[in-house]
């Protein structure tokens, strides 16, 4: 059966925004992991959308909305508001905000549409509401075909890449040091790895050589996370194997670049031989 894809309209956001959701809602176009909610596609006709993402502070937005919301059907609401601002729409958002969230949140519109339909038009009686969560966390998991490897010593790091890639249902794994990394890659496969720069014990450097001298993982792309953004720094990444090079804090657009350039455009793990090991 083909995946689902909605149809999201964006209005009235700001620029760096309406970047943040375009690349988003392409990785769950183009990626070849099945989705639970299904699929996600940009749409400039409103009319079509299923779901539309708005500003609450543009006012011609507002008006927009307030004429959608006559259809029948009439497409859901995600509003988008100022920190600490009340919000009139039962799905919102609260500046400034990361993709992974608003994924989350279409995920769960989506989810509510779904069983809304199911529960009034297909099924009689009630469903046991963690026994619908276990279902629909085993169908993710057994969908997904992408795995990554995060070895970072921050506690912090390691959860906000989990929560980020786990929105596409990129399976993660995780070593909080560079031996302990070393150590999962010989046991497993993986599509991606992200490597923290300064950590104790062998650095990110000395980890990405290690793994560039592994049979099982010398053409799996590498990613650096570092604080340091020298060009002497991103020449001893290059030297040392890394596929490209990410500055902390990661801005949320060169993440999702990233993960679009190694994830989405590859099929399968013995297409990553052909990846080129320069610095992004």
Not at 228 to 253: H, I, Q, W
């Amino acid at each position: 059966m083909q995946e689902k894809i909605s149809q999201v309209g964006a209005i009235g956001l700001l620029k760096h925004e309406m970047r943040f959701v375009k690349i988003m809602l392409g990785l769950t176009t183009h990626s070849p992991s099945k989705r639970t909610q299904g699929q996600y596609e940009l749409t400039e006709d409103l009319q079509k959308a299923d779901v539309i993402i708005a500003g609450a502070d543009d006012e011609e937005a507002m008006a927009q909305c307030r004429k959608l919301a006559e259809k029948v059907p009439a497409p859901t609401l995600l509003l988008v508001v100022p920190e600490g601002q009340p919000s009139p729409s039962k799905y919102n958002i609260a500046r400034p905000f990361g993709p992974a969230k608003v994924l989350m949140l279409l995920d769960k519109i989506i989810q509510d549409r779904v069983e809304g339909v199911a529960e009034n038009d297909t099924f009689s009686g009630k469903v046991d509401a963690v026994q619908r969560e276990l279902l629909i966390t085993a169908k993710a998991a057994a969908a997904s075909r992408h795995k990554a490897l995060v070895v970072d010593d921050s506690p912090t790091v390691r959860k906000q890449l989990i929560l980020e890639l786990g929105s596409f249902n990129i399976q993660v794994d995780t070593a909080e040091s560079g031996e302990e990394g070393i150590e999962k890659l010989k046991l497993g496969r993986y599509d991606i790895v992200f490597l923290d720069v300064v950590m104790p014990g062998a650095d990110g450097y000395q980890v990405c050589k290690m793994i560039r001298r592994m049979p099982e993982a010398k053409a799996t792309p590498v990613v650096m996370l570092t604080s340091k953004s020298s060009p002497f720094d991103k020449v001893r990444g290059s030297l040392a194997g890394c596929n490209s090079y990410l500055t902390k804090p990661v801005e949320y657009e060169n993440f999702y670049h990233v993960l679009e350039e190694y994830l989405t455009q590859t099929a399968s793990p013995q297409q990553l031989s052909s990846v080129d090991h320069g610095v992004a």
